[in-house]
């Protein structure tokens, strides 16, 4: 799903080490799930958790 109409999207860089910080800083839903996905796929992959 694309953005609201009132939605302003900001890209920010954020170090793969600081994932977990990402996640718990996070106040978006859609972003928040984003998160915790690739937080799931690089332990399944990598066992980093």
Do not use: F, T
């Given at each position: 799903?694309?953005?609201?109409?009132?939605?302003?999207?900001?890209?920010?860089?954020?170090?793969?080490?600081?994932?977990?910080?990402?996640?718990?800083?996070?106040?978006?839903?859609?972003?928040?799930?984003?998160?915790?996905?690739?937080a799931?796929?690089?332990?399944?992959?990598?066992?980093?958790?």
């Open positions: 799903s694309g953005p609201d109409e009132d939605e302003r999207i900001e890209i920010v860089p954020w170090p793969l080490a600081r994932l977990d910080d990402a996640i718990e800083q996070c106040e978006d839903a859609k972003s928040l799930i984003a998160l915790l996905w690739l799931g796929q690089r332990q399944l992959a990598y066992g980093v958790p």
